[in-house]
């Protein structure tokens, strides 16, 4: 007889060998939570939209509010901050959208597709985040140059020992460095996060896909 | 209070609990991890009761969901791995048999399943259920004629580790 069909037959008579689990036990497992991957990328996904959500809303004060004043970004800030949160519901959206077209009983790959997709969309309000954080940074930083009385002192005084030029670019340099930290360890710390939660997925999906091709 | 669905659910869920207990035997490695899986695809199975619309058998339906848990949702919990449990309670079955060189072989082909990727072990499940070329596919979510080229090559994988 062939091998796998010894095998065949091995595997039908282990129907006998599994300890079988009563009604009650069932209706207990209905009444337990869940600890699927999908409702950990649910549960980390919303706390990223709070997360980001909240850094707008707690880092507005009245100094804040003095500062853009200050270096004439109090028009332009308030226009900025309208159409970032406008953002952010479009994402909120997509993402719960997304992860309403993820079902069980999908097949297989399907299923695999809209986790993805679903992942997707919170990655690219991440990205879109931090692209605005860096942004701001940016326009802050240049508008600081332009208006801050403290920093025009420095400047003066700067350039009566070195070449202005020389310590503008020492600025440049310093400014980028802090900007690509900042994103960087984010970016980082997204790579670990999401790298642990779908090293399966992703190792499955891949191997799907490979039989396609 | 129990609803009448509630009740419908877990009838049907005893009936069939030998597919699940399946697939967790072939993707858990411990008791441990066989019963956490056992509950993950009983909620997902529950989560998706309502869309049940049994124009297809609850059977047909729970290898659907079972495998898409067993693969794609269900998150390992952390502990030490004990693959020794794993292995006796194959061999418990063949036991009754006697038959020392097909028990070996048998013994051979469980540990070669064990170290195939989670879709090729997919494959092998469905094929030991019987299932068909079409069944195989639609489940998977890839076209048929992929299944069978990948499925002979899992078949000729494990023939080899048999016949080296």
Redesign the interface.
Known sequence: MD??E???K??K???S??L????IE??G??H???????K?ILIISILELLLWLSFSFFTVDDQYLETLKLYHLDTLMPIMNAISYGVILFFIYLFFKNYKTI??????????QN?LKTRKTVQYYVWYNLAMTAFSFILVFIFQFMYDPNLTKIVEKMSQNININIFYCIMFVIYTVIIALFVGLIWLFYRVLYGILLK??G??YD??KK??F | MKSESEALFVQQLKENQNIIHKICRLYTTDSDAHNDLFQEITIQLWKAFPNFRGDSKFSTWAYRVGLNTAITLYRKKKRTIDTIEFDSTFHKVTQDEYNFEEEEKLKLLYSAIRELNDIEKALVFLYLEDKDYTEISETLGISEVNARVKMNRVKGKLKKILNP
């Open positions: 091998e796998l010894i095998l065949k091995d595997w008579k282990q129907e060998s599994f079988q689990i009563s009604e069932i209706y497992m209905l337990k939570k869940s600890s699927s991957l999908v950990w079902n069980a009983t999908d097949n297989v790959k399907q299923l695999m986790i399966r997925l190792k499955n191997e799907l039989i396609e």
